[in-house]
């Protein structure tokens, strides 16, 4: 899938601060932050739509969610902690699930690894 | 709270030979399911989408869905090594639109 992109694909970092950053080309109105921890299925973290947060699942307050327009959503991390590493999801659909046939699309993710 | 649970764990098919999925969930007024593909360290790619029960079909695809059983089935006609992958089942609770509950997936092996 070419349509979300997403970077870094790989982080590596100490306590330290740092941006990832999706796009999407495909002109959807809602855009998602999923975090997916090593042998577990994707969570929720944030939601956007139509550059609006409308939703934020009890995420530590290190992690900071900023959508500069509807086709981009960045995640600033800062202090990160071990509990962090995981891959990093951004996903996006035309509209927020109104309508039972709502499709999500995701990137291939960020893999973050904190020392 | 919804609750996805996916059997088996783990699942190894001969090549060519049906594979069967299975997915359970707590919340019987849910009405968006949907069938997600893994491969190692990659995103996840939709496969099948299903609302109502009964069956849908997304080329060698199959979602069976059974709401009355909180349950719903993804099969796999003619798997190929390819398809090895792990599989997520996904649940949109019907009071919470925008947000996908996950299972914990089934590895699925596909023997040449």
């Known amino acids: 899938n070419t349509k979300i992109t997403q970077s870094p694909r790989y982080l590596i970092l100490g306590r330290a601060n740092k941006s990832l950053e999706c796009e999407q080309h495909l002109g959807h109105n809602a855009m998602y932050w999923y975090k997916q921890s090593a042998e577990k299925p994707p969570e929720l973290m944030f939601l956007?739509?139509?550059?609006?947060?409308?939703r934020n699942e009890t995420v530590p307050s290190r992690f900071i969610p900023e959508c500069p327009d509807s086709s981009k959503l960045l995640l600033h991390i800062s202090a990160v902690d071990p509990e962090d590493s995981a891959v990093y999801f951004c996903?996006?659909?035309?509209?927020?699930?109104?309508?039972?046939?709502?499709?999500?699309?995701f990137g291939h993710g960020t893999k973050l690894s904190v020392l | 709270q919804q609750k996805v649970q996916q059997s088996p764990e783990s699942l190894t098919v001969s090549e060519g030979a049906m594979a069967s999925l299975n997915c359970t969930f707590s919340?019987?007024?849910?009405?968006?399911f949907r069938w997600y593909r893994q491969h190692s360290a990659k995103g996840l790619e939709v496969l099948v989408s299903i609302f109502s029960d009964g069956e849908k079909e997304e080329g060698r695809f199959t979602a069976h869905l059974n709401r009355a059983n909180l349950h719903v089935s993804l099969h796999i006609r003619e798997p190929q090594p390819s398809d090895s992958a792990v599989y997520l089942c996904a649940v949109s609770p019907n009071y919470n639109q925008g947000k996908l509950i996950f299972g914990q997936g089934t590895k699925l092996s596909i023997k040449p």
């Open positions: 919340d019987g007024t849910s009405n968006n």
């Open positions: 996903a996006s659909s035309q509209q927020t699930g109104t309508k039972s046939n709502e499709r999500l699309f």
């Open positions: 956007y739509n139509l550059k609006q947060l409308i």
